[in-house]
């Protein structure tokens, strides 16, 4: 089956700094990458979606300043959560879709990846 | 606003029984639906999905029912296992694209 690696999968770091977070699918091309945050005790929360090679379409009250995605090829995204605050302490959670999905080879429309805890401190 | 409603965040049921759990979703146009299985740190993982054009779906112990009229679908569990304890969220999307996550339900499957 498909499969998503998230790096790292925790993160701990001083208010400031930026962060970037990883998401590579390991066999199989994904045209499309989504983010998401999840909050304790809350749901998944879409923040983004990225195409390859293209901008990201970021969701209603997401800044895209502060979260920089970048797909530039088509196993991997990165998501860069610039001059991180404690407020940004969250479950950042990737998945990725590509034209199998769409053709019937997988199950689902997209695969999830293990996720990354952050901590700002 | 929310798109996706899990109105119960927890459900407890005895080894063996049935599990049902719900989501409400707002807009018409959601064409594909799926369940999730999510252990706390991990991402989530598939359970099942359904597409607007069925009402009911199966695989093994677990259905997905879909009303659309009601914008209304649900997860039965038969029979539960204590292994079954997560939080289960569901996730409805169109084009096969975007999809919009549930708050969630956590499962207690008692031994």
Not at chain 2, 21 to 39: G, I, P, R
Not at chain 2, 51 to 61: A, L, Q, W, Y
Request: charged residues 20%; hydrophobic residues 35%; contains cysteine.
């Amino acid at each position: 089956g498909a499969v998503v690696s998230q790096h790292p999968s925790r993160v701990i770091c001083k208010s400031g700094t930026s962060v970037k977070i990883e998401c590579r699918s390991l066999d199989f091309q994904a045209t499309t990458m989504f983010w998401y945050r999840q909050f304790p005790k809350q749901s998944l929360m879409l923040m983004a979606t990225s195409n390859e090679g293209s901008k990201a379409t970021y969701e209603q009250g997401v800044e895209k300043d502060k979260f920089l995605i970048n797909h530039a090829s088509l196993t991997l995204s990165t998501l860069t959560v610039t001059s991180a605050h404690p407020e940004d302490s969250s479950f950042y959670i990737c998945s990725a879709s590509g034209a199998a999905f769409n053709r019937g080879q997988f199950d689902q429309p997209q695969h999830f990846g293990d996720g990354t805890r952050l901590s700002i401190l | 606003d929310q798109q996706v409603k899990q109105n119960s965040p927890s459900l407890s049921v005895q080894e063996g029984r049935i599990s049902i759990l719900n989501c409400d979703y707002t807009n018409s146009m959601f064409d594909y639906f799926l369940w999730y299985k999510k252990y706390p740190a991990e991402g989530p993982t598939f359970l099942i999905s359904i597409s607007s054009i069925k009402d009911k779906n199966e695989d093994g112990r677990f259905t997905v029912f879909l009303n659309k009229s009601a914008k209304h679908l649900s997860l039965h569990i038969v029979p539960s296992q204590p292994g079954d304890s997560a939080v289960y969220f569901c996730a409805v999307g169109y084009n096969f694209n975007k999809f919009y996550f549930g708050s969630g339900t956590k499962l207690n499957v008692k031994p």
